[in-house]
């Protein structure tokens, strides 16, 4: 066991003290882990867009003051009672989602959907005890998302961390404990395309270009990007998008535009806006008899589905899925050897870094739209 098992440790972690206003950089304490719970150093995070979702709060509760954060890797400081499948010095992927292995989801093959430690963004607290491991002169601290990797170590449910291989580079592997996993799983684990198809991805942000990504592994032959940005193509290249659609260059529905293209329609979409329009090109612009739309972005809490029932009557199909349909302790480490054997490309979604003291600046990369990933290093 680490010296400072079983102690309070004194870190510096970056602190939302109210939605909107800059991360400040504070000393924090953080409390060993209770019972099925772990302390992770974390070594390397990097900015995902629900931390600035919820860092905006203009449509959830706010919840403040909060460490947000919640792509990262790092290794196990210490572990709570009962955990018997992580030690110190593990190197670990923290996950927002959990997997407990005991619920009908987690022994279910089809679900990744754990009773217990499925994503809650209103909890701000641990299971254990409903209380922070958080605190800042005295003051506790929000989690978010069970993981807060925004701070030099953290508290984490045990079923919420996966064990990877020690050779991985955490750097690199980081950006796979949520948006990359969710776009590449979409295509690999519930799309399917079989190679030589074609696939259509709504959207080429980082996850839709995850989702690109398990195109062009998948052996796609015709991959293309929908995007009300028509910048964003050069880039989308290398994940392997060939053709690029932006519905603002034409005066008819985009699932019009794609089935023209493709003779009745891709064989494969995937949407990763969240934009309600959006989802339902993508189920219309399927083939008829064989064609699967999955949507992964999340839509406003008002918006509706409508299309007409004559196109699931035309068998088409329509999927949802989240985080890709990863388990998270039981899938990720593979995805790591995927990266690990050259066969899954990460270090393109890497396009920004940052010492930690200027986390900021990644906030502000990602409002401007700029890059796709930005990578904050804790040591520096």
């Known amino acids: 066991m680490s010296s400072t098992a079983g102690q309070v440790i004194s870190c510096k972690a970056a602190v939302a003290w109210e939605a909107g206003k800059p991360l400040v950089i504070e000393e924090v304490e953080v409390a060993p882990p209770q019972a099925m719970e772990v302390r992770l150093k974390i070594l390397f995070t990097s900015l995902c867009h629900t931390d600035v979702y919820f860092w905006e709060a203009k449509g959830q509760t706010p919840m403040f003051p909060r460490i947000f954060g919640h792509e990262a890797g790092g290794i196990v400081e210490s572990v709570g009672e009962g955990v018997t499948d992580l030690e110190p010095g593990d190197h670990v992927l923290p996950v927002f989602t959990g997997e407990c292995k005991e619920c009908r989801h987690c022994k279910s093959e089809e679900s990744n959907m754990c009773d217990l430690l499925r994503i809650n963004t209103d909890r701000g607290v641990m299971l254990n005890d409903g209380k922070s491991r958080f605190s800042v002169r ?85 991959i293309i990007g929908v995007d009300l940005n028509s910048n964003r193509f050069e880039e989308a290249k290398k994940f392997g998008v060939t053709e690029f659609v932006n519905p603002k260059d034409y005066d008819k529905p985009v699932q019009e535009v794609i089935a023209e293209m493709t003779d009745g329609g891709v064989d494969r979409s995937v949407e990763c806006t969240g934009s309600i329009n959006a989802m339902i090109s993508a189920f219309e612009c399927v083939h008829d008899g064989w064609g699967v739309a999955v949507l992964v972005g999340v839509p406003n809490k008002d918006d509706s589905f409508k299309t007409h029932p004559i196109n699931f009557l035309n068998e088409k199909t329509l999927k949802g899925t989240f985080f890709g349909n990863y388990k998270p302790r039981s899938d990720l480490p593979s995805v790591v050897e995927k990266y690990m054997n050259k066969e899954l490309e990460l270090e393109k979604f890497i396009t920004h870094e940052v010492p930690f003291s200027e986390i900021n600046k990644a906030f502000e990369y990602m409002l401007s739209g700029a890059g796709l990933r930005c990578l904050i290093r804790m040591d520096a």
């Open 138 to 222: 005295g003051q506790p601290i929000y989690h978010f998302v069970g993981t807060s990797t925004f701070s030099e170590y953290t508290v984490v449910h045990a079923g919420c961390v996966a064990k990877i291989n020690p050779a991985a580079p955490l750097d690199i592997v980081c950006v796979l404990s949520c948006g990359i996993s969710t776009g590449l799983g979409a295509t690999l684990n519930v799309a399917k395309p079989e190679k030589g198809s074609s696939v259509a991805i709504f959207g080429l942000g980082a996850v839709g270009l995850a989702a690109a990504e398990g195109a062009r592994i998948a052996g796609a032959s015709r």
